[in-house]
């Protein structure tokens, strides 16, 4: 049998809206000054009109090539699928940021969204192997870890890279014991693993606790028959 793909729930090209005040200058607030371009490229962004938004954020960058600058630019090339250019931005924020000349400096949420979009660009231009590095080391510093794990999980799943699936599963649910979907994505590899004896199907040890796992937090889930027919496959 083999289980239906999950489709990962990272926001590939999902992109942050800053919080007000994030950019935290001190410039005044009329005309064409920082400020303003700030919030001309969140509502552009917002509205995802990209062409606009990429407008403000290079007048930003001109201004001062700033981490968080170069990050919104970045924002704004991965939401029109300028991949190359939009790895550019998150590379030199990513330095930058290493850095920081100017304000504000880096939090560890910051670095670990910035890394996780780096991936998420290296993933559209089929660098696995870079995007799994990013995702890796974005998941410790991420301001929520269960869901950067979980996602690093689902990636690993969706391209076939089985050597870290089950690790990443496992810290994912070690680190949100509640999110439902970590568990059928766990189950779902692991019955990829079965074997046939004497005409009996044989998941490895735990398969089907983890898939009664997930139906014990989400019996209505939209993966809950998925998990239904997997644990009549292996009865």
């Known amino acids: 049998m083999n289980a239906r793909p999950f489709l990962a729930l990272l926001a590939v090209g999902m992109l942050p809206f800053f919080a007000a005040g994030a950019f935290g200058s001190a410039l ?3 005309g064409d000054d920082e ?3 700030v919030r001309s ?3 552009a962004i917002a509205a995802k009109n990209w062409s606009d938004a990429e407008v403000a954020a290079r007048k930003l960058v001109a201004r001062s090539a700033r981490w968080d600058y170069l990050e919104l630019l970045g924002d704004t090339q991965l939401g029109n699928a300028d991949y190359p250019d939009a790895l ?3 590379s030199r924020a990513w330095a930058a940021a290493q850095t920081p000349t100017v304000s504000p400096a880096p939090t560890k949420a910051a670095l670990g969204r910035l890394l996780t979009q780096m991936g998420n660009v290296d993933l ?3 660098r696995t192997d870079e995007a799994i590095a990013a995702y890796t080391k974005a998941a410790p510093l991420a301001a929520n870890p269960g869901l950067a794990y979980f ?6 799943y969706n391209i076939g890279h089985t050597d870290g699936v089950l690790a990443a599963c496992n810290t994912a649910i070690a680190a949100d014991p509640g999110r439902a ?3 059928f994505i766990k189950g779902s590899f692991l019955i990829s693993q079965s074997t046939v004896r004497g005409g009996k199907t044989i998941a490895p040890p ?3 606790e983890v898939l009664r796992k997930y139906l014990e937090l989400a019996p209505n889930g939209p993966h809950a028959q998925d998990v239904r027919d997997m644990l009549d496959y292996v009865k």
């Not at 996602?151 to 690993?156: D, H, P, Q, S, T």
């Open 28 to 30: 005044a607030q009329t």
């Open 35 to 37: 400020p303003t371009l």
């Open 41 to 43: 490229a969140q509502a």
């Open 88 to 90: 550019d931005s998150y």
């Open 124 to 126: 559209r231009l089929k």
């Open 151 to 156: 996602n690093l999980c689902a990636v690993l």
């Open 181 to 183: 979907d970590a568990y």
């Open 206 to 208: 735990g398969t089907v």
